[in-house]
């Protein structure tokens, strides 16, 4: 009988998803994420975990900044103008010098797309020799941080078309592109003149593959080595396989529950702590994530000094949930499922199936809701869903995984999602002290005291309800050495691999 999964394989192969390489030469990456273009601002977190483009600031696993493409800065007095000192002799990939203008025009084009930096108060971006200076109409004490970020990639002037948008993909990173075939593949080349140190391996693929069960499959066969996010089951079955190694580590990300805190049915902080309370987290993180422990409040202790010890803890309580929902005139139903005038408690939670985890644990939570009284529909669709349903108002659960680690400095998600609430925070709900507490982080006033404070707020509101904090976890072909998982998810490390002699 033919072997399914060869014949599997082979239908990858003929469109473009499997691109097997050559031990010693080809080290081949598999992930669930989509090449979209060569544009940053939808793609760039791709291209700058493949070694292919490069930001002025890096950060190391523990999450403190590191020059980059920027050697070192400084801030006036003020907190008003930024001087980047820049790199010497970088070259782009189509072997054009990076300058202070170069620089300065690609940060100029990032700052006028979606992304971080087109929420900072930037006034003028100015090259100087061997340096960019940056002013700003307000002190952002977390600037540095915020350049670190993928789509603040800097690119050739030759990867833009006369609109701005990327066209191709010219960076300065140790691998420069040969091959882009959106939405599945790429391939890539060790450059010779990099900068920096020559990456150990000479060639890499990465392929976008959306199942999880498939990218196991390719690591278990060879066809990949290095695959990116496993779903839990893989994950038990790949530790007990000698062609593979298991790696993972704690990240700054939390699995959540992000709530429409103006729906009629959610509007007040008692329905979304019957929620929180119907939600078994220690035994949905154990049975289901495959993780030691649930999550007992947002921040996850990878984020430092924003994880607060000091709260008091998210619990399990489903009769303490069933008799804050009667107090707010709910009454069971014939079927177990609560009513009011005339309404029965259902809702659409809406998620999607990239992350593996999440239509599993959207399962389990139908049914821990049901269990007191709630009744459930679960939409499991394309991740583009939530914040368009947030932009629509229609959204009235969803349920994603949020990384608190695209800025190094976790201060600027915070101000996207709840001061005020972006499109993938806080809906239908405002705090004005979260947003004082915020601004006056980032433009680098108090310290430990505000983030605790911020933190408690959101344990007390929930507009949105922490499930689980994440790990991290990929399968690593044996034979391959010198990996280190990045808890920011900024790179995937190829430069450091190399295959064992």
């Keep these: ?11 990858l192969v003929a469109l473009g998803l499997a691109l097997p390489g050559h031990a010693g030469t080809t080290l081949d990456v598999a992930a669930p994420f989509e090449i979209q273009s060569p544009e940053p601002s939808t793609t760039g977190h791709i291209f700058t975990r493949m070694g292919i483009a490069e930001t002025l600031v890096d950060a190391d696993p523990q999450g403190r900044l590191l020059p980059g493409l920027a050697t070192e800065w400084s801030v006036s007095e003020d907190g008003l103008t930024w001087r980047f000192t820049l790199r010497e002799n970088v070259l782009f990939h189509d072997g054009t010098p990076m300058t202070p203008a170069t620089v300065a025009g690609a940060l100029e084009i990032a700052r006028g797309k979606p ?7 930037i006034a003028a971006l100015t090259p100087e ?11 952002v004490a977390a600037l540095p941080a915020f ?5 603040a990639q800097i690119l050739a002037p030759a990867a833009y078309g006369p609109d701005g948008q990327a066209v191709a993909v010219i960076g300065t990173g140790p691998y420069r592109v040969t091959s882009l075939t959106p939405p599945l593949s790429l391939r890539a080349t060790a450059f010779p003149e990099y900068w920096g140190a020559q990456p150990n391996v000479p060639a890499v693929t990465y392929t976008a593959v959306g199942r999880a069960e498939t990218r196991a499959l390719m ?16 994950v038990t079955r790949l530790s007990r396989s000698d062609a593979v190694e298991i790696m993972s580590v704690a990240i700054p990300r939390s699995l959540l529950l992000k709530v429409n805190a103006a729906h009629p049915f959610l509007n007040s902080p008692e329905a979304r702590r019957a929620l929180s309370l119907a939600i078994d987290r220690a035994g949905l993180a154990q049975a289901v994530l495959r993780y030691p422990q649930g999550a007992d409040q947002l921040f996850p202790p990878a984020m430092g000094d924003w994880h607060n010890p000091a709260l008091d803890p998210l619990a399990h309580d489903p009769d303490a949930a069933r008799a804050l929902l009667a107090g707010l005139g709910w009454v069971p139903g014939p079927d177990g499922i609560l009513s009011r005038d005339g309404q029965r408690l259902a809702l659409t939670l809406t998620t999607y199936p990239d992350r593996p985890e999440l239509p599993l644990v959207a399962a389990v939570l139908e049914q821990q809701f049901r269990a007191i009284g709630v009744e459930l529909t679960i939409n499991s669709t394309n991740s583009s869903e939530i914040p368009a349903g947030h932009q629509a108002g229609t959204l009235e659960l969803g349920l994603l995984a ?3 680690a695209l800025i190094p400095d976790p201060i600027g998600t ?3 999602d709840y001061a005020p609430g972006g499109d993938w925070g806080a809906m239908g709900w405002q705090n004005a002290e979260i947003a004082a507490l915020a601004q006056a982080l980032s433009r680098g006033e108090g310290g430990d005291a505000e983030r605790a404070r911020i933190a408690a707020i959101l344990q007390e509101e929930l507009p949105v309800i922490p499930i689980a904090w994440y790990q991290q976890t990929l399968a690593l072909r044996t034979g391959i ?13 190829l430069p450091g691999l190399r295959f064992a002699e």
Aim: avoid cysteine; charge should be negative; charged fraction near 20%.
């Design 402 to 404: 949020r990384n608190f």
């Design 481 to 493: 050495e010198g990996a280190v998982i990045d808890p920011w998810e900024r790179s995937f490390g």
């Design 1 to 11: 009988m033919q072997n399914p999964f060869r014949s599997l394989l082979a239908g």
């Design 414 to 416: 915070i101000l996207s």
């Design 129 to 139: 020799p061997g340096a960019l200076v940056i002013a700003l109409g307000e002190p």
């Design 147 to 151: 350049l670190a970020e993928a789509r």
């Design 219 to 234: 690591a278990e066969s060879g066809d990949a080595d290095f695959v990116f996010t496993l779903d839990p089951a893989t």
């Design 115 to 121: 992304g971080p930096l087109a929420s900072l108060p």
